[in-house]
């Protein structure tokens, strides 16, 4: 498992300046907005991601990249609303608009987008398939979903037919991709949205379209970056509901995610030096590390 961790890590550095400081998601507290940033002030406590950062002790996050964090959602809930809670909302309300008593499968179900889609779904009212690879992730969705899959050693098609009564699913969250994708696009029900948001697996699969034409179901792809950067008003109204999830979530379970801060953080030092001409928001970062205190003075 490690190893699979450094080879990930291994694959991102080359899409990033030396050192890497990993991290998507996080929340903290404004402390500087460049010139073209309007919506935030200097200490607006705010939920924010990037592709690199989030457990550094500052970090720069775009305008259209964070939403306000309301002062009874803490800073650990809040750092995983806007890449795995903002996610699945739109991937279920805004491009599946997955409706109350829908079947909806989650692949990868024991991930951080898998477990929000698996919440979000069951606070819509949705029947829940979740769909993982061993019998340790199983045990983490159980709480949430009518039906655990384990891919590993069953089969999936079987299972998905028996649940179903051979009606197949309304929504399919595909996660994994592969031959994974392949066997429940087999699956889906008249009318239904398969709607792939990542290939974990390596794999990008290829879809015989004579499937969707003979069943009228639709594929509805799920890019939530470039979302965010086309309609950037859209992520900030859609934050709301994604908090709502993401304390149901914490309620439910209690906080499992723990963030540690790294010493610094050369993509945000690079950024501070170019000067203020940026849409940027520079985010102190260090409460989520030691607690809610007062951010260090300038």
């Known amino acids: 498992m490690l190893h699979g961790l450094l080879d990930d890590l291994r694959r991102l550095s080359d899409a990033a300046d030396s050192p890497l400081v990993p991290g998507t998601g996080a929340a903290g507290v404004v402390v500087a907005c460049g010139n073209h940033a309007t919506r935030f002030r200097r200490g607006d406590r705010v939920s924010c991601e990037s592709w690199f950062g989030g457990l550094a002790e500052r970090m720069v996050a ?3 990249k964070t939403a306000f964090l309301p002062a009874n959602v803490d800073f650990i809930v809040g750092s995983t609303i806007l890449h795995t809670y903002l996610t699945a909302w739109y991937a279920l309300i805004e491009r599946a608009q997955l409706q109350a008593g829908e079947t909806v499968l989650v692949t990868g179900a024991a991930g951080g987008v898998g477990l929000a889609c698996v919440e979000v779904a069951h606070l819509l009212g949705a029947r829940i398939i979740a769909v993982v690879g061993s019998a340790a992730k199983a045990a983490i969705v159980k709480y949430g979903a009518e039906e655990v899959v384990d ?39 008249w009318n239904g949205r398969l709607t792939p948001i990542g290939f974990t697996s390596g794999e990008v699969p290829s879809l015989a379209m004579n499937l969707p034409l003979l069943r009228n179901y639709s594929i509805v792809g799920v890019f939530t970056g470039a979302w965010t950067e086309r309609f950037p008003d859209d992520p900030s109204r859609a934050a709301r509901g994604a908090i709502t999830a993401a304390l149901t979530h914490a309620t439910r379970r209690g906080s499992g995610l723990l963030l540690l801060g790294a010493l610094s953080s050369s993509t945000s030092l690079e ?8 849409d940027f928001v520079h985010i102190n970062l260090l409460r989520l590390a030691h607690g809610e205190g007062d951010c260090p003075r300038e």
Request: glycine share 10%; net charge neutral.
């Open 151 to 189: 891919y590993s050693r069953e089969d999936v098609r079987q299972r998905v037919k028996a649940f179903t009564g051979d009606e197949g699913l309304d929504v399919c969250v595909e996660n994994v991709g592969g031959t994974l994708f392949t066997t429940l696009a087999r699956l889906m029900r």
């Open 271 to 278: 950024l501070l030096a170019r000067g203020p001409e940026q």
């Open 62 to 64: 775009k305008e259209s």
